[in-house]
């Protein structure tokens, strides 16, 4: 690996254990046995290596939610098991130690520009992953309207479950309670 590379992971090990506004730039170096001035060369700013490397980690993510080489998803896509499998996923990856998603927590707040246009442009793409999962979609055949509606919509109770899992974790829903949920709302809109 070069510089860029080995910054780029050293960034993610100090994100998942100091957080965003608590990892200094020596902590990077420290952790990728690289220098100062790199940062500046490859990203900029320790801000804007820390938003990729944001972005990485939940990218790498999608191992938990059937990417390749992970558990074949369950249920047919679009159907309500496969909705309960993809979040019970998600929750699952909650409970872990350093979790990516109560990191986000952190990221939401950042009032940086560059961090904050970085990962709003990372939103898009974030939706789009989740229509491919859910719907059974190849992310490449999405189309941004999708992405840019049910994304969006899936992006809203991501957010949502994470701001509840951070706030009280014995309290928050899991996979099963979100499709109860949604199941509800499902005969509510049908009449059934």
């Known amino acids: 690996m070069g510089h860029r590379e080995d910054l780029l992971e050293g960034a993610k090990r100090c994100l998942l254990e100091k957080g965003f506004a608590r990892t ?8 990728s046995g690289t220098n100062l001035a790199s940062i500046g060369y490859h990203y900029g700013s320790k801000d804007a290596l820390l938003a990729q490397a944001y972005v990485a980690l939940v ?6 939610f059937g990417a390749e080489g992970a558990v074949e ?17 998600i929750v699952d ?16 707040t ?47 109770l991501m957010t949502g479950l994470i701001a509840q899992w951070t706030f009280d974790a014995k309290t928050a829903p899991d996979g099963e309670v979100l499709t109860e949920g949604l199941r509800r709302i499902i005969e509510a809109a049908t009449g059934a």
Request: charged letters at 30%.
């Open 24 to 31: 200094t730039a020596r902590d990077i170096v420290k952790e």
């Open 93 to 108: 990856t909650m409970r872990q130690p350093g979790s990516v998603w109560r990191l986000s927590m952190e990221v939401m």
């Open 73 to 89: 998803p369950q249920g047919a896509p679009g159907s309500l098991e496969r909705f309960r499998w993809v979040w019970s996923n």
């Open 110 to 156: 950042i009032e940086l520009p560059e961090v904050r246009e970085h990962l709003a442009r990372a939103q898009r793409e974030g939706g789009r992953g989740l229509v491919s999962l859910l719907m059974g979609v190849p992310e490449e055949e999405v189309s941004d309207e999708s992405a840019d509606t049910l994304g969006r919509f899936y992006l809203v």
């Open 59 to 64: 990218e790498n993510m999608s191992g938990a």
